[in-house]
């Protein structure tokens, strides 16, 4: 009885903490005209993406929800009990926020919202023992620290799930992890998420289709972050000259900006981008 009074009790200061964290931070939005965002989270265990009959609704999860742009929202969900977030119509990023041991089996879930309705967005984790907690700043892309190793696992290790997870299927994972140098151009998650299923689902059909995109984020060797500002075109594995220009302090690789640089590998290097180059 002690135990699960304290459990409750720890459950409600995080529900307190978070709930003012969302009232602090977060943009609010008019209480008319609006829609909702609600889901549980739950325990994926065939790592499917969808809740089946079985699979348990986690005690405690978190989740962030954006537009993509500037309006973010953070938040936290308890059992069977959905969490249910008011948005103005349009299409909205959910990305279920890791705790220790788990990983979000669907990194990014995309949902349409309409005035009066609700968007289903069911939250999927799965278990892994090298994944330790992910953040949820207001316009951070999600990092999952696991074991460094080459490009494809330090790009796993930072977060970019959809990125690794085309490269496997792409049948490129061997030739990232153990040739190079390489310095690679990472989409975020988010970046692949302004794809639609549909569209995504063609590309990973497409295999020649998928390689030409994925090699055309790859330049052979090794450029640090300053080499880039300074480069005019990078040559691709592709085989395409990739563009690069400076505006003001911000760099761009094609038309994606870079956000974060020198993550470091056994065999090269990652620079993470906030777009998907198309060759």
Known sequence: MKT????????LVIAS???AAMSSYAPTVSAQGLGYIRGIAFADANGNGKRDIGERALDVARFKITNGGNFWRCGAVFGETPFQVPVRPGTYFVMPIAGPGEYPTVPVIRVTVEAGKSAEADLPFGSNPLAVAENCGAYQPKRTARVPMGVVESANGAGLTTLTRLIDQAGLFETLSGRGPFTVFAPTDLAFAQFTEE????????????????????????????????????????GKLLIVRTEGSDVFVGEARVIRTDITAANGVIHIIDGVLMP
């Open 17 to 19: 903490a978070i709930g």
């Open 199 to 238: 569209e995504l689902e063609a590309l990973r059909a497409d295999r020649s289709r998928l390689r030409a995109v994925l090699t055309y984020h790859v330049v052979p060797g090794l450029f640090k972050a300053d080499q880039v500002a300074k480069a005019l075109g990078l040559s691709t594995v592709n």
């Open 4 to 11: 699960n009074l304290r459990r409750s009790f720890a459950l």
